[in-house]
Nanobody, 115 residues
């Protein structure tokens, strides 16, 4: 079984920065993809960024140039550096780990950006 624990959410003013971290424990394989999703009130959960086992990354258009995803396979962690935050980034952010036969989610961490 795999557990994902997020940290780093909080309240920040527009233009500010936050760094989210996700620690994975359990039967982890470096070939798994890891990523961040977010869900705002009344909206569906959408992918924000992903990083794959070969290090390639993928971002949703609205965060390109502002957010950076990284992973440390030795520590089984994935992080999301978020800069130039704006109120539209307000949401619960979820860490996800997935692979050919796995799909795990963290409990979520709240990010609130005030104008």
């Amino acid at each position: 079984q795999v557990q994902l624990v997020e940290s780093g959410g909080g309240l920040v003013q527009a233009g500010g920065s936050l760094r989210l971290s996700c620690a994975a424990s359990g039967n982890i394989f470096s070939r798994n993809a890891m990523g961040w999703y977010r869900q705002a009130p009344g909206k569906q959960r959408d992918k924000v960024a992903a990083i794959f086992s070969d290090g390639t990354t993928d971002y949703v258009g609205s965060v390109k140039g502002r957010f950076t995803i990284s992973r440390d396979n030795a520590k089984n962690t994935v992080s999301l550096q978020m800069n130039s935050l704006n109120p539209e980034d307000t949401a619960v952010y979820y860490c996800r780990l997935w692979g050919p036969s796995s799909n795990y989610w963290g409990q979520g961490t709240q990010v609130t950006v005030s104008s």
